[in-house]
C-alpha cells in the first residue's frame, strides 16, 4: 500500500517507479569485498551545499532540491541528513522509501549507523514492518562487509519490542546464525523489558533461562534490574529481594547502586521509608557505594510527603559523604517547595546550587520556579527569574510568558509587562490572548 500510494511522488521527484516486488530494493545481492579506498576529502563546493540543505526546512523541499542537484552531491551527509529528517514524521514515510531506492540505485557509500537510527525511528513511527524491510535490505547496500551489525540488530529488535512484537523479536534473534550475527546480552534485555511490559515475568525469566543456557550468554546486572524494577510493580518488594539475592548466589551478578534504587523506591511507594532508609546503609556493607541515585529515590519520596525537614537532613548526609546534588535533585526539591508556595525558598535554593554547589539550573528547574511564581501571584520574583533564565540562554513557556504579563499589568508594572513582551516577541513565541492584550491597554490608560 506504500509503494502503490508514493508511485506518484517518484515520478514528481523524477526517481525510478519500484518494481512489483515485496522488498523496496530491487536485485538485492550480498555485497562483494572490494579493497578499502581512502575517502576523499569534502570539496568546498559539498560544504557549502550542504549547509544550504540542511537551512530548508521543508523535507520535500529539500528532497527535490537534492533530486535536481549534480549527481556528485548525492552522497552520505546530505542523503543521511534529509533520511533523518524524512524518518521523523509519518507522512513522509511514502517518499522516503523510493528516495532510499533510487540512492540504492546510486549506489551512494553509506555507514551503518544511519540504518539503525532509521529503524529505531521507524519503530517509534509505529512501522515496524518497514523496520523488518530496512534491516533486511542493509547488506545490499554500498556499506561494509560486516553490516548488519549487533547494533542494528539491536535497533530491530528494540523497534519490535516496541511495537508489542516481542515473539517476532525472539524469531530475529533465532535467524541470527543464519545472517551472521552474534546477538549479546543487550539484544536479549530488550527482549525481557518487552516481557516485563506486558506483565510476563514467567516469559522474561524464560528468556533469561534460554540466553543462558542456548546462548551461552551471561547475564548483566541490567537485566537483573529490568526484572527488579518490573517484579516492585508487580509482586512487591519481597519477591524484588528475592530476585536480588538470586542474582548475587546464583548467577554471581553483583547488584549496583540502580538495583539498590530500584528496590528503595519499592519500598517508598508501600509506605515504608525507613526500610529504604536501612537499604541506603546496607547497600555500603555489600561493598555497593550510595549515589546519587539512591538520595533520589528517598529525597524524592519525603517531597511527596511534605517531609522538609528531611530533606535537609539527606541535603546534610550527602555533604557530610562528599555526594554532591545534581541539577536533577535540586529540581525535585525546588518543584516540591513552589507546589508548597514557598517560591522565595525556592529562589534561594537555585542561588545556592550555582554558589555552593556548582550546579548550574535547567530549564526544568527554572520552569518550575517561573510556574510556581505565576500560580502564587509572586509577579517580581517571577521577573527576576525570568531575567536569569533568559541570560542563562532557557526559555520559558508560553503559557508562563502570558501569565506574567498579566500579573505585571495587575501590579501596574506596566514597563516590567512590556520588557516580557518583548522578550516573546524576539523568541517567536508571540501568541497572547485577547485578556492579555486588554490588560496591557487598560494598564496604559490608567498610567
Known amino acids: 500500500m506504500i509503494f502503490r ?167 530475529v534473534l533465532d535467524s541470527c546464525p543464519k545472517l551472521g550475527i552474534r546477538s549479546n546480552v543487550v539484544s536479549y534485555n530488550i527482549i525481557i523489558k518487552g516481557y516485563c511490559k506486558s506483565g510476563d515475568l514467567d516469559g522474561a525469566r524464560q528468556v533469561l533461562d534460554e540466553m543462558v543456557e542456548r546462548r551461552n550468554i551471561r547475564p548483566s546486572v541490567v537485566t537483573f534490574n529490568i526484572l527488579i524494577g518490573h517484579a516492585c510493580k508487580e509482586n512487591g518488594v519481597g519477591s524484588a529481594i528475592k530476585l536480588k539475592d538470586e542474582m548475587l548466589l546464583r548467577w554471581r551478578v553483583v547488584p549496583n547502586a540502580v538495583t539498590f534504587a530500584l528496590l528503595m523506591k519499592g519500598l517508598c511507594e508501600e509506605g515504608k521509608y525507613d526500610a529504604a532508609r536501612r537499604l541506603m546503609f546496607d547497600m555500603e556493607f555489600q561493598n555497593c557505594k550510595t549515589s546519587l541515585v539512591n538520595y533520589g529515590v528517598v529525597i524524592n519520596d519525603c517531597a511527596k510527603r511534605g517531609n522538609f525537614k528531611g530533606i535537609k537532613e539527606l541535603l546534610s548526609e550527602m555533604k557530610k559523604r562528599r555526594v554532591k546534588p545534581d541539577d536533577a535533585i535540586y529540581n525535585i526539591i525546588i518543584s516540591y517547595m513552589c507546589r508548597e508556595g514557598r517560591v522565595h525558598e525556592a529562589y534561594r535554593i537555585i542561588l545556592d546550587m550555582q554558589i555552593k554547589g556548582g550546579c548550574n539550573p535547567s530549564a526544568a528547574t527554572y520552569r518550575a520556579l517561573l510556574d510556581g511564581c505565576c500560580r502564587f501571584n509572586e509577579f517580581d520574583l517571577g521577573f527576576r527569574v525570568l531575567n536569569a533564565m533568559l541570560a542563562s540562554g532557557h526559555v520559558p513557556r508560553s503559557e508562563s510568558f502570558v501569565c506574567l504579563i498579566k500579573g505585571l499589568c495587575e501590579n501596574a508594572k506596566l514597563d516590567d509587562a512590556c520588557v516580557v513582551l518583548d522578550e516573546m516577541v524576539k523568541r517567536g513565541n508571540i501568541c497572547t490572548d485577547l485578556e492579555t492584550w486588554n490588560a496591557l491597554v487598560e494598564t496604559n490608560f490608567c498610567q
Open 5 to 171: 500510494s508514493s508511485s506518484r511522488l517518484i515520478t514528481r521527484h523524477k526517481l525510478k517507479t519500484l518494481p512489483p516486488s515485496c522488498s523496496p530494493f530491487p536485485n538485492q545481492q550480498p555485497k562483494t569485498k572490494h579493497p578499502k579506498r581512502k575517502p576523499k576529502p569534502p570539496s568546498t563546493a559539498s560544504h557549502q551545499f550542504l549547509s544550504h540543505f540542511k537551512s530548508i526546512p521543508d523535507p520535500i523541499v529539500a528532497l527535490s532540491h537534492l533530486l535536481s542537484s549534480p549527481p556528485s552531491l548525492l552522497d552520505y551527509p546530505s542523503c543521511s541528513s534529509l533520511i533523518y529528517r524524512l524518518s521523523r514524521g509519518p507522512g513522509f514515510v511514502p517518499v522516503l522509501l523510493p528516495f532510499l531506492s533510487h540512492i540504492h540505485s546510486q549506489r551512494v557509500p553509506l555507514k551503518e549507523p544511519l540504518f539503525s537510527t532509521l529503524i529505531n525511528n521507524l519503530g517509534k513511527l509505529g512501522l515496524p514492518d518497514i523496520a523488518v524491510r530496512v534491516f533486511d535490505s542493509i547488506s545490499s547496500f554500498n556499506v561494509a562487509a560486516n553490516c548488519p551489525s549487533k547494533t542494528s540488530l539491536n535497533s530491530l529488535i528494540n523497534a519490535l519490542v516496541e511495537n508489542d512484537r516481542v515473539d517476532h523479536a525472539l524469531n
